[in-house]
């Protein structure tokens, strides 16, 4: 049963990660930035409270009554309370304005002012008034007259409650703060102080540039990034797909892949890998065909010889002529028995090959234990066969490689009885093992007939067979199966008649060796 997904991609998942993160920071830096200017004017405002605090108690301490002239005069001696504010105002319990740090002729140094003060006479009362340009709420009220602001602030507002005014005029911010006055735990009044904050919205506005310069860097670098993934990573990764489904549509992808398999990276490591596998794939496929159509054409010949044979018999009476019949039917059903056999065996062999547990073997040892084997087999027996293990190492030194040590025994024991069949009673053969380099060397030698064939690859090939035993005994399967396990095993056999100007024929195998 097929499942099928909605198909989405990685490039897609990424963005909307991203867009999410983004969101989320966005609010996280909107309820950040709306909350610094608060929190900075509330700094301001508890700087303001201990003014006021401290204000307090050094009336406490100097016993200064609450009343306009009491405290004109403690503004006059105690100027150094309010340095770098912008004004100090004193109300009493009903709201009235009694004093004023505007109105009153104080050294500049002490008070900073940034609006202009005028003062004038009103109506013959003796009190000044100020213009300014701050706030036409709160400050524009004349010395003993009351302001309907401050009357709902004094109303509403709780006993020892801090109440702090943001006020931002003309690019200018000022903070105010009112509160009680308490002496000896009774409130006798009340004070404003004012504070030009203008640094305020410096701390805000710097916090807001290096917040957005942040988030478009960010977001820069998430876009080259998203780029950089789209072009070396996710289409690749897309061709490789591609490439899979050419695959089982059985096309020509190769081309496709090509220009991935040269990268040193992850990308190039699944391409070679993707690639060497369809090689496989199609060597395996292309193998199998052929295999498959060799076994048709061998096994079509004792089919046919059987047909002769069965209706041949069935309308002869001789007996010796059924005789040598049914003989040679035998023979064609033993034929055709045995290809099947190598065949099925065969293909068996090759799909389990590639989950063969591969280890570090001696080869010395390897063909010791085969050859011990063989010592009990009827044909070297009958034959008088000696096998003789020639190798370039001392005693005790191996020659290892790495590989399958059941495949690896498959391979000499299938040697060793190609070369049993053409050896002559009395023979010899010769294993040679040598280690040269980085290459192990296995060369079997026998001394019968060698090869008639001028090109001595044939004899790898399935179903080929030229032993001299009776027919039907041997497929022709043998030294092809040798041929894909040593393959397996990344190394190579050539087959030639001996070098060494004797008699006989040589098959040398060449594998990689391990230390």
């Not at 050419?246 to 699944?270: H, T």
């Not at 060397?441 to 001394?447: A, C, G, L, P, Q």
């Not at 399967?477 to 397996?488: H, T």
């Amino acid at each position: 049963m097929k499942i099928k997904k909605k198909q989405t991609s990685i490039l897609n998942k990424f963005f909307a990660f991203n867009f999410l993160a983004f969101i989320i920071l966005g609010l996280f830096t909107f309820f950040y930035l709306k909350a610094i200017q608060p929190n900075l004017v509330k700094q301001r405002s508890e700087k303001h409270k201990i003014i006021i605090n401290n204000t307090a108690n050094h009336l406490e301490r100097l016993q200064i009554n609450f009343e306009k002239n009491s405290i004109k005069d403690f503004l006059l001696s105690t100027r150094f309370l309010f340095q770098n504010l912008e004004r100090v105002q004193f109300y009493n319990l009903e709201g009235d304005l009694i004093a004023d740090t505007n109105i009153l002729d104080l050294d500049q140094n002490v008070f900073t002012k940034s609006d202009e003060i005028v003062e004038e006479n009103l109506s013959g009362n003796n009190f000044s008034t100020k213009k300014s340009t701050v706030n036409n709420e709160i400050v524009n009220i004349a010395e003993g007259q009351r302001d309907k602001k401050i009357e709902n602030l004094i109303f509403n507002k709780k006993p020892k409650q801090e109440i702090t005014i943001e006020i931002e005029e003309n690019n200018f911010l000022y903070v105010k703060t009112f509160n009680d006055v308490i002496i000896n735990g009774e409130i006798f009044g009340y004070i404003m102080v004012t504070e030009q904050a203008n640094e305020i919205l410096t701390a805000v506005a710097e916090r807001r540039n290096f917040i957005l310069r942040t988030v478009l860097i960010i977001a820069f670098v998430i876009i080259l990034f998203s780029l950089f993934l789209n072009r070396y990573i996710l289409k690749p990764i897309g061709t490789l797909v591609e490439y899979t489904k050419s695959i089982k549509a059985k096309d020509e992808p190769y081309g496709r892949i090509q220009k991935f398999l040269y990268r040193s990276d992850e990308v190039g490591l699944l391409s070679r890998s993707l690639n060497e596998m369809t090689q496989d794939l199609q060597n395996r496929t292309k193998n199998a065909e052929d295999s498959s159509a060799d076994l048709a054409h061998e096994i079509r010949n004792p089919l046919a010889s059987l047909k002769g044979a069965s209706e041949l018999l069935d309308s002869t009476t001789d007996k010796e002529e059924r005789k040598k019949l049914i003989g040679i039917l035998s023979h064609d059903v033993e034929r055709i028995d045995r290809l099947i056999t190598d065949y099925s065996k065969m293909l068996k062999d090759e799909a389990s090959l590639t989950r063969e547990k591969m280890q570090i073997l001696n080869l010395i040892n390897l063909a010791k234990d085969v050859t011990d084997e063989f010592n009990n087999n009827k044909s070297v027996i009958n034959k008088n066969i000696k096998f003789k293990i020639i190798k370039d190492k001392p005693n005790g030194y191996p020659i290892s490689v790495f590989g399958s040590k059941s495949r690896l025994e498959q391979v000499l024991a299938n040697l060793i009885d190609n070369a049993i069949s053409f050896s002559p009673d009395n023979g010899n053969i010769y294993i040679n093992l040598k280690s040269d380099k980085d290459q192990v060397r296995m060369t079997i030698k026998d001394e019968g007939p060698g090869f008639k064939e001028t090109n001595t690859e044939r004899i790898f090939k399935r179903f080929y067979s030229n032993r001299p035993e009776k027919f039907g005994e041997h497929s022709g399967l043998g030294l092809n199966i040798v041929k894909n396990i040593i393959e397996m095993h990344d190394g190579k056999i050539i087959a030639n008649n001996r070098e060494d100007k004797k008699t006989g024929a040589q098959i040398e195998v060449i594998l990689p060796m391990r230390s």
